[in-house]
T-cell receptor
Framework: NAGVTQTPKFQVLKTGQSMTLQCAQD?????MSWYRQDPGMGLRLIHY???????DQGEVPNGYNVSRSTTEDFPLRLLSAAPSQTSVYFC????????FGPGTRLTVT | QQPVQSPQAVILREGEDAVINCSSS?????VHWYRQKHGEAPVFLMI?????EQKGHDKISASFNEKKQQSSLYLTASQLSYSGTYFC?????????????FGKGTHLIIQP
């Protein structure tokens, strides 16, 4: 089992560009979520999903979009990147016990 | 509302005990504890559901006082491998699947 995989590991974007962060899990979890982690801020929930076709906003959803067409995949889209979105992004799978992916380090210049 | 963790940082010698506290301003259904080592993803330690049940794993245990909306993580006879940042995540009393709210973390450094 691979657990939770995220791609890419690193990404540099220019302001205004868009991109998709990929997340996949092979544990058959219904619940998946996206967090961003900034120094001194802890983990903040961006969006989450309780199953295929169902998504909802977390604490900091502005500037991000998600969809959940399958149980396995939960991509996060940045619509128009801004420097404030420079962060480390973690995808997690599972609800009571969350399994985190290795993270994507994103820099927006 | 983000739960408040204390202390922000603690330095211990190997073998000493540590307590990390997590306090919320809202009624809670559950408290989750995670540990993150530098450059790595957070790793689940334990979950406590309302009812005051205390859970433990090896020399790491935790308690949850739902009336006070507080949880504490206890690390006994700390080992070098315990170093890292500890986060508590809280789930509101509705118990619905609306996600975890994490504290800002407590940095724990264990010295030989």
């Amino acid at each position: 089992n691979a657990g939770v995989t995220q791609t890419p590991k690193f990404q540099v974007l220019k302001t205004g560009q868009s991109m998709t962060l990929q997340c996949a899990q092979d544990m058959n979890h219904e619940y998946m979520s996206w967090y961003r982690q900034d120094p001194g801020m802890g983990l903040r929930l961006i969006h989450y999903s309780v199953g295929a076709g169902i998504t909802d906003q977390g604490e900091v959803p502005n500037g991000y979009n998600v969809s959940r067409s399958t149980t396995e995949d939960f991509p996060l889209r940045l619509l128009s990147a801004a420097p404030s979105q420079t962060s480390v992004y973690f995808c997690a799978s599972g609800r009571r016990e969350q399994y985190f992916g290795p993270g994507t380090r994103l820099t927006v210049t | 509302q983000q739960p408040v963790q204390s202390p922000q940082a603690v330095i211990l010698r190997e073998g000493e005990d540590a307590v990390i506290n997590c306090s919320s301003s809202k009624a809670l259904y559950s408290v989750h504890w995670y540990r993150q080592k530098h450059g790595e993803a957070p790793v689940f330690l334990m979950i406590l559901l309302k009812g005051g049940e205390q859970k433990g794993h090896d020399k790491i245990s935790a308690s949850f006082n739902e009336k006070k909306q507080q949880s504490s993580l206890y690390l006994t006879a700390s080992q070098l491998s315990y170093s890292g940042t500890y986060f508590c995540g809280t789930e509101g009393s509705g118990g619905g699947a609306d996600g975890l709210t994490f504290g800002k973390g407590t940095h724990l450094i264990i010295q030989p």
